[in-house]
């Protein structure tokens, strides 16, 4: 053992006593039964479980054309990039990609990375970095990644109240004039699955000579014509200046991406350390990738396959005053309350009922807001459905949690 170990033995300590140890379920996806998977505990047989926590919203995960895709171009090209574009050149497969997600938010150019993650930090970073003495906007429920780029651009940040476009307007209107400006916001927020007044913001973006930067991974795939956002669902893409989104949830691949204009795009691909000092995209995933967002364009079904689910599942499980937030989205969160009832929880689901359903507890959330968070596909039919609902109202009633309605709720509304 290192000398030094017992500060790492420390910080996990302290994080175990403050309930927020994070312990990995091992699962095995079944493409061919999705949304079943095999769990393999520590101790004990392997065995079925239904996964109702998945961000493949839409079990693209499994589409036969992404499949066929990764196949074909692993063969003729092999598994990896070979390094990063810089080194190794680009290939026609990321080319590809980039073309079909410009295409997809009618924006001149796109820049695809690694992750969603990666490319949250790295446009933010070098965007605010990039404009002199530049104010960063951000909403107060964004996500790690964007709160990252913030610190890495290195620019005077300020935090607007979650949606509160009177909070917005008026650190716009306090800054220096002709100061540039950057608001930075989510078209749909993954843990309370509220949307953006995306119209509005971008009303005060124009009145107040400002960017905008917009998240749409959670929703890129699921909302708008042809998959394209929340944006494109309230009419207001055209008006944002960068949009960022995910190939991992909706498209059911991997990987992140930018689009904007070619001066923008060019600007990030340049300048930003973690994309040009990254290892490419390999060129099956990028396959893949611009094969789901290629079907996606011109396919409705899965969308509308999943509404119908993510109806059925928030009225069975209201039939029984399971507590759910408000959320008008695909996002169904069930209020806890607990970081300890919610892993109990979600382990009497598992050991029970053969549910998985991942605890969300803090920082990812704050503390006493604790919950689960449910996510329908196109892929949980009726009878899942009804089995999710017969499991929770059982785990609800043994665990001795509040149901809805029951005046210990408050928490949720707030």
Known sequence: MSRYDHHFAKALDNLRSERRYRVFANLERDAGKFPRATWRPANGAAREVTVWCTNDYLGMGRHPGGIEAMRRVAAEQGTGAGGTRNISGTNGEIVTLERELADLHAKPAA????????????????IGGLLPDCLILSDSKNHNSM?????????????????????LEQLLKNRRAGRPALIVFESLYSMDGDFAPVPQIVELARKYDAMTYLDEVHAVGLYGERGAGVAAAQGAMADIDVIEGTLAKGFGALGGYIAGSDALIDAVRSFAPSFIFTTALPPPVAAAAAACVRHLKSSDAERLGQRKQVAATRAALSARRLPLMESKSHIIPVFVGDPEMCKAACDHLMERHSIYIQPI??????????????????????????RLAEALSETWETLGLPLSGSGDLRLAAE
């Open 111 to 126: 820049l695809a990375f690694t992750s969603g993650w990666i490319s949250n930090l790295a446009a933010i970073a070098t």
């Open 361 to 386: 507890n803090y920082p990812t959330v704050e503390r006493g807001t604790e919950r689960l968070r449910i996510t329908p596909t196109p892929h949980h039919d009726d009878a899942m459905i009804e």
């Open 147 to 167: 709160i990252e780029g913030v610190k890495r651009s290195g620019c005077e940040k300020q935090v607007f109240r979650h949606n509160d476009l009177a909070h």
